[in-house]
């Protein structure tokens, strides 16, 4: 049973376009959310990431959105640029349970493919 | 400074076989956490390391096992390999406990095969 769900395996974007990745939840008990970027050969890297408290967070061309009743998180990339092609993934995690530390849950990722 | 290393990078076992995985944490961070990534999944949750002791475990059987040493480093230790425990084995670290809005720190990981 997935608890964190990327529906879309794959994202094609043309190169300046904004690029929108989404992300659904089930377990209400999750209260922090994170995105991750991977390039192949590589770990995942820390991309940006949002409290439940709050309903949007921005870093640079980097924006996540969290619609808390709808259990449903976005990352907004703008404008795409073609290192921004990899897979991305969402992540979420509940501070009020086991105080954190029963490790993030991850979606099966979004591969982002930003054409030229 | 440098990164989470990990060693080795690549590992072929067959089945029935033990093996030790090793990881390096970022300089300073006191929390190790290991996760396995099948191919087309994400990666999942195995164990949660801080100050030696185990802080938080995923959905895995006991023939996972791990340790953390006083440096910090870790090992993931996996008995009696099955085929399905091919996977890609990444380790994080972070400054303390992770999960509670600590972001994690990645390792490239150790792509294990088991034949």
């Known amino acids: 049973d997935q608890q964190v769900k990327q529906n879309s395996p794959s994202l094609s974007v043309q190169e300046g376009r904004i690029s929108i990745l989404n992300c659904d939840y089930t377990?209400?008990?999750?209260?922090?959310f994170l995105w991750y970027k991977k390039y192949p050969a590589e770990g995942p890297t820390f991309l940006i990431s949002i409290s439940s408290i709050k309903d949007k967070n921005e870093d640079g061309r980097f924006t996540v959105f969290l619609n808390k009743s709808a259990k449903h998180l976005s990352l907004h990339i703008v404008p795409s640029q073609p290192g921004d092609s990899a897979v991305y993934f969402c992540?979420?995690?509940?501070?009020?349970?086991?105080?954190?530390?029963?490790?993030?849950?991850f979606g099966k990722g979004t591969h982002l493919i930003i054409q030229p | 400074d440098a990164g989470v290393t990990q060693s080795p990078t690549h590992l072929i076992k067959t089945r029935g076989q033990q093996v030790t995985l090793r990881c390096s944490p970022i300089?300073?961070?006191?929390?190790v956490s290991w996760y396995q990534q099948v191919l087309g999944q994400g990666p999942q949750f195995i164990f949660q390391?801080?100050?030696?002791?185990?802080?938080g475990r995923g959905n895995f059987p006991d023939r996972f096992s791990a340790r953390q040493f006083p440096n910090y480093s870790s090992e993931l230790n996996v008995n009696a390999l099955l085929l399905g425990d091919s996977a890609l084995y990444l380790c994080a670290s972070s400054p303390e406990i992770a999960g509670g809005g600590e972001k994690l720190f990645f390792g490239s990981g150790t792509q294990l095969s088991v034949l």
């Open positions: 390391y801080y100050e030696k002791e185990e802080r």
């Open positions: 300089s300073g961070h006191k929390s």
């Open positions: 377990n209400s008990m999750f209260d922090y």
């Open positions: 992540a979420a995690s509940s501070r009020t349970s086991g105080g954190g530390a029963d490790g993030l849950t």
